[in-house]
């Protein structure tokens, strides 16, 4: 008899148990080695606690009551958790904190698209680090990582979260206009962005054509170039930043594989400064991201700077799958 | 950490780009457009029954118009062109919209049938319009956003049909030359959207095949500026 499960969770069965147990221990020797120690917190929390992180995204699909008629949520990602966590049991710690976690977190599907509802990250937060060299050691962790993983051929995508916003500011544009543009750039929606952008009042042609290109730089360090080519007090500021990061990178020897990019925008209100993606190209999907929230801390009391990635496990496995010979068929 | 969690899919990021070639209404014009920035479409335009058609630098892989957005986003077609009123209907796909192509030009719209009063007497007396469509996500979003309660009935073929037989009081669909609503009777009461063809990318692609998309996209955009 057939018993149905919600849709976006599964089971899990032994064959890939074996292999997402191998690839998690992988995982969290690489964090441990560099002095992550492993935490876990609870997968439900108090829905305001979770709420002061992002009230925007934190926004969870599974709110509750309890027995006593107090709110709880179902988290949606680890890094909120954890710096709640930091604020109450950390506040008065030696700094750099460094943290690492595997652990599900939940968000709300569409139907019919394959999305997870229960999703597991491994993760890193490396509190108390400030930019360039917190950033720098967090590319880091993340490259050792994909090479535990065996997805040597994995990018890392590096841009920057206050630069659209900061540009936007020093075109005056504000309000709606604003919103109407950071909400085309994180649809990736370029059309859309020009048509915006050819809206406004009071913006020449050439602002114009200067966040339209931004949002297409990406490759090497030649990309900072061009941006500054641009021109503008927030590129200059923004590519300052990107240049500062990359050249910490390459003086550790570990910039091959990080790709600058211009037009990248994480959906989380609480990035500030750089941020990060992941892919692989034998995956038609992000493996995951992370970046500085150097305000995120302040939000639960404690001002530290602070940064970290996630990766989706599941997704990491998928592409571990296909990066071996023969794409998986049949091993 | 990201906010979207979409599906596993699977592609390889080997060997030339594959580009997803909407079959219907926008084939021709498509091809065209392929022809002019000098990829070679013969073999499409062919009597070939086959989908995939390898190519030096392009892989053109055909499909129905509303496939277009799963297999860009899934990375099983690194770039491809398709309709807005596609990617309108399927906003929650994650493509890379990069570029207006300027052609299969037509606009979403609500028709009712001519001088019937049924629309305006529906929203006045029930407070709410039955409207069939092919578009249920489209059509929802315009009377959301304009204040107004409609019941949306989601029909496959053809939407004329609809309000000819008192299935619905309206529709909304996709018009081009408007002899299709001429023909049955039918009007425009309401402009929504103007859609032309679109070329999206996936989003590993377009970062992870930089060069190659943004060579592809200047190509296209000068050809279509032309």
């Keep these: 008899m057939i018993h149905p499960i919600p849709p976006g969770t599964r089971d899990i069965l032994p064959d890939e148990m074996r292999e997402l147990r191998r690839l998690h221990l992988a995982m969290i020797d690489v964090f441990e080695e560099r002095g992550y120690g492993e935490v876990s917190t609870p997968a439900i929390e108090y829905d305001e606690v979770l709420a002061r992180g992002d009230g925007r995204t934190a926004d969870s699909a599974h709110r509750f009551f309890d027995e006593r008629g107090d709110l709880l949520a179902l988290r949606s990602d680890m890094t909120v958790p954890i710096a709640r966590l930091v604020a109450s049991r950390f506040a008065k710690a030696a700094m750099p904190l460094r943290l690492c976690y595997l652990a599900n977190a939940f968000r709300a599907v569409r139907p019919q698209r394959g999305q997870m509802r229960e999703f597991a990250q491994a993760g890193v937060e490396l509190i108390g680090a400030p930019a360039p060299q917190g950033t720098v050691e967090v590319v880091e962790v993340l490259e050792a990582t994909l090479d535990a993983a065996g997805l040597d051929r994995a990018v890392i995508g590096l841009g920057d979260a206050d630069l659209y916003r900061q540009l936007l500011a020093e075109l005056g544009v504000d309000g709606e206009a604003r919103e109407a543009i950071l909400g085309r750039l994180a649809a990736h929606d370029l059309v859309g962005l020009e048509v915006e952008l050819a809206a406004l009042e009071g913006v020449e042609d050439a602002q114009v054509a200067t966040c339209a290109a931004l949002s297409q730089l990406r ?39 990080v790709q600058i990019d211009l037009g990248l925008l994480r959906d989380l209100g609480y990035y500030s400064g750089a941020i990060l993606e992941v892919y692989d190209p034998a995956l038609g999907h992000v493996l995951g991201g992370g970046g500085r929230y150097d305000r995120l801390l302040e939000r639960f009391g404690i001002d530290l700077p602070a940064a970290g990635f996630a990766l989706y496990l599941e997704r990491v496995h998928v592409a571990q799958m296909e990066e071996e010979p023969g794409g998986g068929e049949g091993s | 950490m990201s906010v979207e969690v979409a599906g596993l899919g699977r592609a390889k990021a080997e060997g030339p780009l594959k580009l997803a070639v909407p079959r219907g209404t926008l084939l021709e014009e498509t091809l065209d457009a392929l022809d002019s920035i000098g990829i070679d479409t013969a073999a499409v335009r062919g009597e070939s029954r086959s989908l995939i058609f390898p190519g030096k630098e392009v892989t053109l892989v055909t499909m129905r118009p509303t496939d277009v957005p799963t297999y860009v986003e899934a990375g099983a077609a690194d770039v491809g062109i398709t309709g807005k009123d596609v990617l309108l209907e399927q906003g929650d796909r994650i493509v890379y919209e990069l570029l207006d192509l300027g052609y299969g030009r037509c606009r979403m719209v609500l028709a009712g049938r001519k001088g019937d009063k049924r629309l305006g007497e529906s929203q006045r007396r029930l407070g709410m319009m039955r409207i069939a469509t092919k578009y249920p996500r489209t059509a929802e979003r315009h009377f959301e956003t304009t204040g107004r309660q409609v019941e949306v009935i989601e029909v496959k073929g053809s939407i004329e049909l609809a309000p000819l037989t008192g299935l619905a009081d309206g529709i909304v669909d996709l018009v081009a030359t408007g002899r299709t609503l001429e023909e049955n009777d039918l009007e425009v009461r309401e402009e929504i959207v103007e859609c032309t063809a679109r070329f999206v990318a996936n989003r590993v692609a377009h970062k992870l095949r930089a060069a190659e998309v943004d060579e592809l996209t200047a190509k296209l955009r000068e050809a279509s500026a032309r």
């Design chain 1, 219 to 257: 490759g090497g360090r030649e990309v900072l170039e061009q941006a500054r080519a641009l021109g503008g007090e927030a590129v200059e500021r923004a590519t300052a930043r990107i240049g500062a990061t990359f050249a910490a990178l390459e003086e550790r020897g570990v910039a091959d594989r």
